[in-house]
């Protein structure tokens, strides 16, 4: 079992940036990958970023590439997601999500199976 819980997530002007969390607990952190995605309204839950497990490799979609930076912390349970340069269309719930069958990177939702609880990310013209 895994517990994800998100955090960081506000009101930001266009250009702004934010820096996301998700604290896990329950099976070892470093045994598996993580990633993020987000639902705007009215639309399908997307990926964002993944991190292996080590976090040495990463993966993004192109809508953030060079923007959205993903990483981890072993030792403190803890994946984040520093946004950069936000744009109104990144406005949406995030979600931090653990795929405890992979080592590497997930990009795909059904390879996740726990997911917290989403925190919204509004970015403002």
């Known amino acids: 079992q895994v517990h994800l819980v998100e955090s960081g997530g506000g009101l930001v002007q266009a250009g702004g940036s934010l820096r996301l969390s998700c604290a896990a607990s329950?099976?070892?952190?470093?045994?598996?990958?993580l990633g993020w995605f987000r639902q705007a309204p009215g639309k399908e839950r997307e990926f964002v970023a993944a991190?292996?497990?080590?976090?040495?490799?990463?993966h993004y979609a192109g809508s953030v590439k060079g923007r959205f930076t993903i990483s981890r912390d072993n030792a403190r349970n803890t994946m984040y997601l520093q946004m950069i340069g936000l744009k109104p269309e990144d406005t949406a719930v995030y979600y931090c999500?653990?795929?405890?069958?992979?080592?590497?990177?997930?990009?795909?939702?059904?390879?996740?199976?726990?997911w917290g609880q989403g925190t919204q990310v509004t970015v403002s013209s």
């Open positions: 999500a653990a795929a405890t069958g992979v080592i590497t990177t997930a990009t795909m939702s059904w390879e996740y199976d726990y």
């Open positions: 329950g099976r070892t952190f470093s045994s598996y990958a």
């Open positions: 991190v292996s497990w080590t976090g040495g490799s990463t």
